[in-house]
């Protein structure tokens, strides 16, 4: 009997005709409906929440879980392939273009000399139009002439590096924690300030081995399951 | 001078005068100090929070941070090698240890028959003494014969696995996302509830690829970094 009711409502979130963010009837409210105790609704919501699509907030009730945006990570991270093989609609914004001097830590992840200098490119990942994470992104800005203008024409970074000469790219590292989203963080991220954020320090290297980004990504633990296959 | 003033500050901290946690004194201070003028105090300030070495809380000043423990993640993922490989002490605290019916996930994860049992263990991870995460860790009952027993003698899960004929074992596929501390997990992290926590989800496979470990591990998120090395 349960399964049979933990099938109706799946159908429902998987159909669409309820929405990520919607409140589920109340346990009493769905007992009436199937016409069953409310232990066995109880069953039924507990294995939808183990299939992550309802998770219930202590004395709220039961939600719609949004769907999480699955993004592998891997020697060949590419945003806007990413996010499209999990079947959603890329898109990036930059808010912020920049060419200085390369701080310390930026000469050193780039291979930069004393006098290095970078072009730094600031702004938001969206997936189907919903924010997903803040990207601040560091190319060597002799190494890579034209990059600045090439990031302001085209929105993907390999679009970008293939423009000023660099076909190919691969990871070599990438360094994961957590923080809360600052105020301004939150803004751009259409969350609140305080919400779980999930950060990757990476750097990409062209096929001889040479530095042409280094950058942090800054995801919402929410929306985003990193995935890494070791195989 | 500013290098100067954050070479002197960067000594006291690596070789322990200021330890993790400490407030450094404020900006008028260490202008006195140092005879210099506050901006120059706020370029040594801001090259020690690029190093990581130092972080600032809005109106509260600059803090020592705490050193970050890196812990490798890969197809061959060994806690306590992980924390050695650090130059920190490992040890673990199982809080929990139970037998029971596993739920369709945690069937669906260690390939189980529709009747399968698993054995859960939860604790606690610590490096140097302090609580880095939490795990909670599903084995195959049936298929890992005595396994309850193995892990309540031997803290490591290698070897209560080799206990149980297990010799080897891999990481097929970690999935990471980001939430925050509810109470119960801040109590045994000794972190405010609230805090920003990195949950990992893995499979665990013997040599012959069958599932021996299914688990989640919530990392403190400004304890840990996970390192990826995609090379």
Chains 1, 2 share one sequence.
């Not at 409140?23 to 609704?41: D, K, Y």
């Not at 993004?71 to 990413?82: I, S, T």
């Not at 293939?162 to 259409?190: C, F, H, M, N, W």
């Amino acid at each position: 009997m349960w399964t049979a009711i933990a099938e109706t409502l799946r159908r429902e979130i998987v159909e669409g005709s309820r929405q990520p963010g919607d409140r589920l009837p109340t346990e009493a409210q769905l007992s009436r409906r199937f016409g069953v105790n409310r232990h066995t609704v109880r069953r039924a919501l507990s294995r939808l929440g183990e299939e992550g699509l309802v998770h219930s907030r202590r004395g709220a009730g039961a939600f719609v879980a949004a769907r999480r945006t699955e993004y592998p990570l891997g020697a060949r991270v590419r945003f806007h392939r990413n996010i499209r093989a999990g079947g959603r609609l890329p898109s990036r914004r930059i808010d912020h273009l920049e060419e200085r001097p390369a701080t310390a830590e930026e000469a050193e992840a780039l291979e930069l000399g004393p006098s290095g200098r970078i072009v730094l490119a600031e702004g938001v990942s969206f997936a189907d139009g919903c924010p997903i994470a803040l990207f601040a992104s560091r190319f060597p800005a002799e190494r890579l002439a034209g990059i600045a203008q090439a990031l302001a024409e085209v929105a993907s970074v390999t679009e970008a590096l293939a423009r000023v000469g660099v076909g190919d790219y691969a990871r070599r590292s990438t360094r994961i924690g957590g923080e809360l989203a600052d105020p301004a963080q939150a803004a751009k991220l259409e969350l609140s300030p305080g919400a779980p954020l999930v950060w990757t320090e990476s750097l990409n290297v062209d096929p001889g081995g040479v530095p042409v980004e280094y950058g942090f990504t800054y995801f919402s633990g929410e929306r985003v399951t990193l995935v890494l296959d070791h195989s």
